[in-house]
């Protein structure tokens, strides 16, 4: 686990040796059979969070141009306007509702479609087959629901596979246009090799911008609202010019992306811990304990004050560790919120994350567990 930021930028910034490879595992254990349907009819190749350097910036290139700022800029209005219903929707209801299908996962449909240009039954399809997909291997779920997992995934590709094709044939102005055209000169009928890169790329485009996004509205909400008995809400919602500062804290405090995995390309001394050549280095990029930032002069974390000094865990005495399960004899690293390791059966010690971090691979955080010393950010 590694949480300073000295670190962190450390690993980012050398791909050579900490690899982004093996970035998705699977977290818990998933069904032969469900593996094979998600896979099926497409060959399985590294896509833009699975590589590195050249095959990176290549496939990274087209989906960066569809949200250059001034095509998000362009989003902006009928966003503003699909919130501001969703809102007023809300409030003509008698002012409750199920935060989540009322707001947050509807405006992030929204978002999706417009980037993706889905029109809006589209959006709605292609978020509940992601929200499933996501599933597979980070949630315990029974087989037959591992199976529907990969059967979400499964249609998630053709629909994504079909749409490409219709898009490379007639382009539009949105990210599967702007895919589908940098994957070959001309308008000629993409390669199986060719598509299937396109359609794993333009999935984890799909997936990144929902998964993220939609428990972070939610987790926000929660937060604001359970903080000091909604003293920030009301602070935020009578002071608008705190709203920055507030999206800022709140993106790193509910971290709705939490952590990376990279693998070590040869053996490697971070922070002063010596890494074994191999994967399973999770980077924590925040995590509310570990990142709240000191401030110059501020009251509450919603403040406008300039925002100086660095992450508290900036300060860990060790930053780099190798979490194992006391008494484990796997050599994966892998760990999740359950009651039993997985590979030897020994007891739990670890806490799950939050709630709304569900999208996110479960992660030990225990630092009894961690091998290297006691890392704050593992408080
Ligand atoms: C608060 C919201 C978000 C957070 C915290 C977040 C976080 C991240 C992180 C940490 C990565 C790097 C993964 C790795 O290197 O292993 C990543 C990659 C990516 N994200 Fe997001 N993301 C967010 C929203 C979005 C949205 C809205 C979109 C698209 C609409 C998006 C699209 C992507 C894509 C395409 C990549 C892969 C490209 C790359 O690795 O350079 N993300 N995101």
Known sequence: MVTRH?????????PETYSSARALPVVLPVAEEALAVVAKGRPQLPDVVQSD????????????????????????PALR??????????????????????????????????LCG????LAVRTYSLMDSLVRLGSQRQTEPEQMASAEAGAELAAVVARLLRERRAAPGDDAFSLVAASMAEG????????????????????????????????????????????????????????????????VRLVAPASGLYRETTRPVTLGGV???????????????????????????WTSAAARTG?????GGRTTASAPRWPGCSSPSPWRCCRTRCPACGSPRRSRCAPPWTYA???????PGEAGGGNDRGLE
């Open 6 to 14: 000295d670190d962190l930028t450390t690993v980012l910034r050398d």
């Open 360 to 366: 996110t691979p479960r992660r030990c955080m225990s």
């Open 274 to 300: 010596d890494l074994p050549e191999g994967p399973g280095w999770c980077c924590a990029t925040t995590r509310p304990a570990a990142t709240r930032r000191s401030t110059t002069g501020r009251t509450s």
């Open 187 to 250: 308008d000629r009928p993409l390669t199986p090799l060719e598509e299937a890169e396109a359609v794993g790329n333009l999935m984890q485009l799909v997936i990144a911008g929902q998964v993220t996004t939609a428990p972070l509205l939610g987790g926000a909400v929660a937060l604001l609202l359970g903080e000091r008995g909604g003293e920030e809400w009301r602070r935020i919602a009578a002071d608008r010019s705190l709203v920055p500062a507030a999206v800022e804290e709140l």
């Open 310 to 314: 660095t992450s508290p865990s900036a």
């Open 118 to 121: 889905f029109d809006e039954e």
């Open 53 to 76: 350097g050249e095959a990176h910036a290549r496939m990274r290139a087209p989906l960066a141009a569809a949200l250059r700022p001034d095509r998000v800029a362009a989003m902006e």
């Open 81 to 114: 306007e699909r919130a501001v219903a969703l809102a007023a929707a809300v409030r003509e209801g008698g002012g409750r509702a199920e935060l989540m299908t009322a707001y947050a996962i509807p405006l992030t449909q929204a978002a999706i479609g417009l």
